[in-house]
């Protein structure tokens, strides 16, 4: 009834069949009744999503006399390369009005992007294979579409790779913001899975509109939100914080990390700079103001104030059950620091900290003269400074040696690549990150949790 397509999908394979066919053969294809007469052409399918995993078809557009009619799939008997064949001589062709969740396939798929939700991208599609299952049609994968370019197809050419891929519809998650009678939002779930840092490429990489649907989606878990924001450059950091109130950017650079949220608000109009400031609650208010304060490329302006300092005279054993009784810990709690007053004394690595003798005081263990930078070195002498003392995390002092707060490896990793790193082909990507074979790859995120 329709071409055999087989093609190995990523995660999975569109098995061949007679039953299987691509979208495009379909389209515009005349559509006949039952003696063989013509009465119109195929113009589109209509689909429903969110039931089931692969979309169903439950109706067909035939474009007759001008206008766009509406044809049930129940009225269809047979559906193939060569059109459409209706199974009675008279069918209900009133007028196309859609109704909630219904999407079209030409209009509102093809050409557009879904998120491949297992290997964390976005994927434009170039075709739609539909395959009959059960008695019904539904949409059984995507096509992807491939942008020419010489460079890539020369890629391809000596990859011998085919220039699209089929990948299954159960991998997809679509954007539908843009069609209007959706009423459906990307489901959390499927994106809470991923990692922020994955989130933020696709919405870089996607439209505005997308990109905007992505992020409403990930807002139902403001924490996760937070971490997403924190991940995306400074141009769609302020892109997307443009559309919101003074109270929601408030909201979220609560949630974020005081660095990061520093650097988002010198972003903004100096005017909206200081509006959003006085929402934002006043213990990471007062951490901002400070942040604020330092250039963004010193030691100041890079480091974090969430850290865990203790007195030095606490105990192994007292200083563990403290870290036990936190609420929640720093991102990265690779040190504790030892304090007389607010003055550092000590660092002693977590690692030492655990397999310490639980009476030994912290002013016994780990560095006794810690290595520390004041707020104003620049970048470069923090870099030197952490490579010459093997240090995952330097710690930022004032002249009275009052702990300011600390830089860790990932936040100066960040700073010292250069902007033209982190554009990067997708083959390129692949070809370097190691993926275990068969396994779920969502399954495999680490927790959101910073």
Same mark, same amino acid.
């Given at each position: 009834?329709?071409?055999?397509?087989?093609?190995?999908?990523?995660?999975?394979?569109?098995?061949?069949?007679?039953?299987?066919?691509?979208?495009?053969?379909?389209?515009?294809?005349?559509?006949?009744?039952?003696?063989?007469?013509?009465?119109?052409?195929?113009?589109?399918?209509?689909?429903?999503?969110?039931?089931?995993?692969?979309?169903?078809?439950?109706?067909?557009?035939?474009?007759?006399?001008?206008?766009?009619?509406?044809?049930?799939?129940?009225?269809?008997?047979?559906?193939?390369?060569?059109?459409?064949?209706?199974?009675?001589?008279?069918?209900?062709?009133?007028?196309?009005?859609?109704?909630?969740?219904?999407?079209?396939?030409?209009?509102?798929?093809?050409?557009?992007?879904?998120?491949?939700?297992?290997?964390?991208?976005?994927?434009?599609?170039?075709?739609?294979?539909?395959?009959?299952?059960?008695?019904?049609?539904?949409?059984?994968?995507?096509?992807?579409?491939?942008?020419?370019?010489?460079?890539?197809?020369?890629?391809?050419?000596?990859?011998?790779?085919?220039?699209?891929?089929?990948?299954?519809?159960?991998?997809?998650?679509?954007?539908?913001?843009?069609?209007?009678?959706?009423?459906?939002?990307?489901?959390?779930?499927?994106?809470?899975?991923?990692?922020?840092?994955?989130?933020?490429?696709?919405?870089?990489?996607?439209?505005?509109?997308?990109?905007?649907?992505?992020?409403?989606?990930?807002?139902?878990?403001?924490?996760?939100?937070?971490?997403?924001?924190?991940?995306?450059?400074?141009?769609?950091?302020?892109?997307?914080?443009?559309?919101?109130?003074?109270?929601?950017?408030?909201?979220?650079?609560?949630?974020?990390?005081?660095?990061?949220? %520093? =650097?988002?608000?010198?972003? !903004? @109009? #100096?005017?909206?700079? &200081?509006?959003?400031?006085?929402?934002? *609650? +006043?213990?990471?208010?007062?951490?901002?103001?400070?942040?604020?304060?330092?250039?963004?490329?010193?030691?100041?302006?890079?480091?974090?104030?969430?850290?865990?300092?203790?007195?030095?005279?606490?105990?192994?054993?007292?200083?563990?059950?403290?870290?036990?009784?936190?609420?929640?810990?720093?991102?990265?709690?690779?040190?504790?620091?030892?304090?007389?007053?607010?003055?550092?004394?000590?660092?002693?690595?977590?690692?030492?900290?655990?397999? %310490? =003798?639980?009476?030994?005081? !912290? @002013? #016994?263990?780990?560095? &006794?003269?810690?290595?520390?930078?004041? *707020? +104003?070195?620049?970048?470069?002498?923090?870099?030197?400074?952490?490579?010459?003392?093997?240090?995952?995390?330097?710690?930022?002092?004032?002249?009275?040696?009052?702990?300011?707060?600390?830089?860790?490896?990932?936040?100066?990793?960040?700073?010292?690549?250069?902007?033209?790193?982190?554009?990067?082909?997708?083959?390129?990507?692949?070809?370097?990150?190691?993926?275990?074979?068969?396994?779920?790859?969502?399954?495999?995120?680490?927790?959101?949790?910073?």
């Amino acid at each position: 009834m329709g071409e055999s397509v087989t093609a190995a999908a990523r995660g999975g394979e569109v098995r061949g069949s007679m039953s299987q066919m691509r979208f495009s053969r379909l389209r515009g294809r005349p559509l006949r009744g039952p003696s063989g007469n013509e009465l119109g052409r195929l113009a589109d399918c209509v689909v429903r999503l969110g039931e089931g995993a692969l979309p169903r078809l439950t109706g067909l557009l035939l474009r007759l006399g001008g206008r766009d009619v509406f044809v049930s799939m129940a009225d269809v008997a047979g559906l193939g390369e060569e059109g459409v064949r209706l199974g009675a001589s008279r069918v209900d062709t009133r007028p196309f009005e859609r109704r909630p969740g219904e999407v079209l396939l030409d209009r509102d798929v093809i050409g557009r992007a879904v998120i491949d939700v297992v290997d964390a991208r976005l994927v434009r599609v170039g075709d739609l294979v539909l395959e009959e299952r059960d008695g019904a049609w539904r949409v059984a994968a995507i096509v992807s579409s491939v942008a020419f370019s010489p460079l890539r197809a020369l890629w391809r050419l000596v990859r011998r790779e085919p220039p699209a891929e089929v990948v299954d519809w159960t991998r997809i998650e679509p954007l539908t913001g843009h069609v209007p009678s959706a009423a459906r939002r990307i489901p959390f779930l499927r994106l809470a899975g991923l990692r922020p840092a994955d989130i933020a490429d696709i919405v870089e990489e996607a439209s505005h509109e997308e990109g905007k649907e992505i992020l409403e989606a990930v807002h139902q878990d403001q924490e996760l939100e937070a971490d997403v924001f924190e991940e995306l450059n400074d141009e769609h950091q302020v892109e997307f914080a443009r559309e919101r109130s003074d109270g929601e950017i408030a909201q979220l650079l609560s949630e974020m990390e005081a660095d990061d949220a %520093a =650097d988002l608000l010198l972003n !903004l @109009d #100096q005017g909206r700079r &200081r509006r959003v400031l006085e929402l934002v *609650p +006043e213990p990471q208010r007062n951490q901002l103001r400070r942040l604020l304060g330092y250039s963004r490329e010193s030691a100041g302006g890079l480091m974090s104030t969430e850290f865990i300092a203790l007195p030095q005279e606490m105990t192994a054993g007292e200083a563990l059950a403290r870290v036990r009784q936190l609420d929640e810990a720093p991102t990265r709690v690779i040190v504790i620091y030892a304090m007389e007053g607010d003055r550092l004394r000590g660092a002693v690595r977590l690692f030492d900290l655990i397999r %310490a =003798d639980p009476g030994q005081r !912290l @002013d #016994q263990l780990g560095d &006794r003269h810690p290595v520390a930078v004041f *707020p +104003e070195t620049d970048i470069p002498a923090v870099a030197v400074e952490m490579a010459d003392y093997n240090l995952a995390a330097l710690p930022v002092v004032d002249r009275e040696g009052r702990l300011l707060g600390i830089v860790t490896y990932d936040d100066l990793i960040e700073a010292l690549i250069p902007s033209e790193w982190r554009w990067r082909s997708e083959a390129e990507q692949e070809e370097h990150r190691y993926e275990p074979e068969d396994v779920n790859k969502s399954a495999m995120r680490p927790p959101l949790r910073r």
